[in-house]
């Protein structure tokens, strides 16, 4: 067992043999989707050594996932069929069983909905990291009918964001962007006791701007969540701003250049009518110092819409010097990997989480309802 987690290892040793026998594997195959098409299969892909390990032993393996939010029940939409074309190349000869939350229970975690799921099967392994924060009827429901573990992917998830929180190289530098500071104030403050420099960029640098006295424009902005920045601010902690930042004028549309407005270089007072979408190149200079310093990186959340090429400068710089730091680098969530495959360098950074909010929940408590569950089953 790893951090109290019962492995493959464990389940085989337990079972005595898993030849011949059904294996149910929840895996997070929520992955982005564009036009009906997958457009990164990472999700995929970090499921096949637990799929291959089973299938090794000559377990018969059954996935199920989630994909978006269907709200219960089902909907052409977020059908697993994309998925199972993709997996059956893969690894062919897997089943996968239809979108976990076409059925109301899964989100509610009835137990006729846990029944239904675990019918037949003689083992369940979770691999779903990126879902582990969710109390969710596939994910805490199984471990406690059927002898469970822990597949590869979720521990090596767990043992390299646990590693990373409880025993970094330092200076052990977090990068935090996205757009919320209110999803993120939970992280921030668990952070702040480890971290040696907290680097803040994105939507939610703001609301920090606008703590420390900043006029913010039109740019996003969390009012109730001022004070709550301000606390975190004038805690002492090393917390790193931005200087400048890319702005777009009255009448632009975000991700529609042709639409015009101007774009400019701003400080950090962004005039009224004005939207703050990106740092600008002076701060990502800084940043990309500090990251540079570190031996250890958290990165989390774009540094600007970096979906729009007039914004995307910030998280571009960011991304490079992630990948070039010498020390130990993490890219947690969705969208902070999106950024690092389309520039280019998901293969020069150490990690990349497949979880967003799991990882950040990890990293903020130390455990999540997915890994407790699995403490709990028969044969742990
Ligand atoms: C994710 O993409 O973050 C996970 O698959 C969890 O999805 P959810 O946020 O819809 O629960
Ligand atoms: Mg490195």
Redesign the pocket.
Known sequence: MTGGLPELEDLLAYTGSLDGRRVLVRC?F?VPMGDGEITDDLRIRAALPTIAWLRQHGAQVVTCS?LG?PGGVPDPRFVMDPVRRRLAELAPGVELLENLRFDQGEIGNDDRFVSQLVDGCDAYVNDAF??SH?THASIVGPPARLPSAAGRLLSAEVGVLLGMRDAPNRPFVAVLGGSKVSDKLGVIQALLDTVDALVIGGGMCFTFLAARGSQVGDSLFERDQVDACRHLLESGATIHLPSDITALGPGGVIGDPSAGGEVRQVGVHIPEGWMGLDIGPGTAAQFSDVIAEARTVFWNGPMGVFEDPRFEAGTRTVAGAVAECRGFTVVGG?DSAAAAVKFGLADRIDHMST????ALELLERGDLPGLQALRGAPNA
């Open positions: 997070d929520n989630h939010r990126g879902a969710r969705g979880g967003g909010g799991a």
